[in-house]
């Protein structure tokens, strides 16, 4: 029988920890009647109340549940000619959106939901990044 420690949640991510198994079942329905199995090691799941359980060789593990209360979606969009990089906040939560150039930060705002925002690309020679999370994380 599968051994499962999970639905652990930790900065807002929830961590499975299983042996003996092969695959976790997650599903909004505590009968398990839409299951959608997980063999990756991340998943994208909206907002909601999630049931989970292992399965292994033997059988199932016992069920567990959790919930997600947040979504943390963006868009971005590159103007080459503008020199802008355009970061619309799709999810519904605020983010925390940070520009590196060159490894070195060179800019740092709060998009609230439904908002866009513009980073000006101050060196088109050098590559930027962006590092988006949940505003507070």
Request: overall charge negative.
């Amino acid at each position: 029988v599968p051994k499962i420690t999970g639905g652990e949640r930790e900065n807002k991510l929830t961590f499975f920890k299983f042996t003996n198994a092969y695959a976790i079942v997650i599903d909004d329905n505590p009968d398990f009647s839409s299951p959608e199995k997980i063999t990756e090691d991340a998943v994208r799941l909206k907002p909601g109340n999630y049931y989970w359980k292992a399965i292994g060789v033997l059988g199932e593990s016992k069920e567990g549940n959790f919930t997600i209360e947040s979504e943390v979606v963006v868009s971005m969009k590159l103007d080459k000619d503008k020199g802008k990089t355009t970061i619309t906040n799709d999810g519904n939560v605020p983010v925390n959106a940070t520009e590196k150039q060159g490894g070195v930060i060179s800019g740092n705002m709060v998009i609230e939901v439904g908002e866009k925002e513009e980073f000006d690309n101050e060196n088109p020679e050098i590559n930027s990044s962006f590092e988006i999370r949940e505003n507070g994380i």
